[in-house]
């Protein structure tokens, strides 16, 4: 990697995230900077170091890549405004490295032996490798955020938006009446009771309960009726009685298919109380009072967590984006996308497209490299 005259060919290492960054604290923000990546990848500090001061820049940033550049290298060129490679060059995947191994390998590897096998050292770094995804993913989100679309693949693997439809109270049905024992015998076992029972009959202003999925799902979601049973399969998992609706849209300007049409009006309210917004118009009108980030159990989705959540509806309206939107969520590969929101956004509402920062990349006292 070259920056400004600095030959970095080689593992990006802190020494060379330095002297990068003194380079561009040395010149002026906005000259345009060209940057040559040649790189296997490197540690995970200096990389998102290297990136976000790149990510920072005001000037036009454009990203060589003659050859490769893997995993770190990738986390960097991201970052840039522009990215020109030769014809055979790649960029690899932005995995976290434990020592010399693959994350994802060590957890592997872990869990193909009895725990009484594996020794204490390897059962640490296993632990770290579960941890380094949720590290990497909010990074590489950080580091493009605001240079490439707010829009996902059908293949990635997101979260729902689901809302209830009220009236969502009532009492939970009587419990049977356990059998008559005969002469000498044992007497039935009672009926179960229904958690859910009837619901009452919803007043003004009627709460809205919401929720965002604890499990992800790819792009084929089986159309819109199929995205509501992903919500109300999550729902009846956690007692959550009532009907549920996800929050996403078909094609534009299609009224049906809405989402901001399709969910019911009242006051939108997370699970554990908070308030979301106080009607269909507070929804969309750019701010919410709290972001939709408590998951079915109750969780929340901590902030530094992918939060990505399929929608296909714009911010301000509530109708479908210009995206395909999975072509009609019927597809879970590579050859279609559609708009993304994000649980932990307030202030763009949904979908947002700017991510959050990221703390400091710690692994204990083992050196991560992605």
Not at 78 to 90: K, T, Y
Not at 102 to 126: C, E, H, M, Q
Not at 152 to 161: T, W
Not at 246 to 266: C, D, K, Q, V, Y
Request: net charge negative; with cysteine; glycine share 14%.
């Amino acid at each position: 990697m070259a920056l400004l005259g600095f030959p970095l060919v080689r593992y990006i290492s802190i020494q060379d995230s330095e002297q990068v960054l003194r380079a561009l604290r040395l010149t002026d923000p906005k000259v345009p900077i060209q940057l040559v990546l040649h790189t296997p990848g490197g540690l995970v500090l200096a990389s998102v170091q290297i990136a976000r001061a790149i990510k920072r820049h005001e000037g036009k940033v454009t990203v060589y890549v003659p050859h490769y550049a893997m995993s770190g290298g990738t986390l960097v060129a991201m970052a840039a405004d522009e990215i020109v490679m030769s014809a055979d060059a790649v960029l690899g995947p932005v995995d976290p490295q434990i020592g010399q191994y693959p994350a994802a390998s060590i957890v592997k590897a872990v869990a193909a032996k009895p725990v009484a096998d594996v020794d204490d050292n390897t059962l640490i770094l296993a632990d770290q490798g579960r941890k380094a995804p949720t590290t990497s993913k909010p990074m590489t989100s950080m580091v493009s955020a605001g240079k490439v679309e707010s829009s996902e693949r059908s293949s990635s693997s997101n979260v729902l938006g689901c809302s209830d439809d009220p009236p969502s109270t009532g009492n939970g049905g009587t419990a049977g009446t356990g059998g008559t024992g005969g002469t000498g015998g044992t007497g039935g076992t009672g009926g179960t009771a229904d958690p859910c029972g009837t619901g009452g009959t919803g007043g003004t202003g009627q709460a809205v309960r919401v929720f965002v999925t604890s499990q992800t799902t790819d792009g084929n979601l089986g159309g819109l009726a199929g995205a509501d049973t992903f919500c109300s399969n999550a729902a009846v998992a956690e007692n959550l009685c009532g009907t549920w609706t996800a929050w996403i849209s078909l094609a534009p300007n299609g009224a049906e298919g809405a989402a901001i049409n399709r969910i019911s009006a009242g006051k939108y309210v997370r699970l554990d109380g908070t308030v979301v917004a106080d009607n269909p118009v507070d929804l969309t009108d750019g701010t919410l009072a709290a972001p939709i980030n408590v998951r079915e159990d109750g969780t929340s989705i901590p902030a530094l967590d992918d939060d990505r959540v399929w929608t296909g509806t714009d911010a301000q309206t509530g109708t479908g984006t210009n995206a395909t939107n999975c072509l009609s969520w019927t597809v879970g590969d590579d050859t279609a996308d559609a708009q993304i929101g994000r649980a932990n956004e307030v202030g763009r509402k949904l979908p947002a497209s700017a991510p959050r920062l990221p703390a400091t990349v710690c692994t204990g006292s083992t050196v991560s490299r992605i």
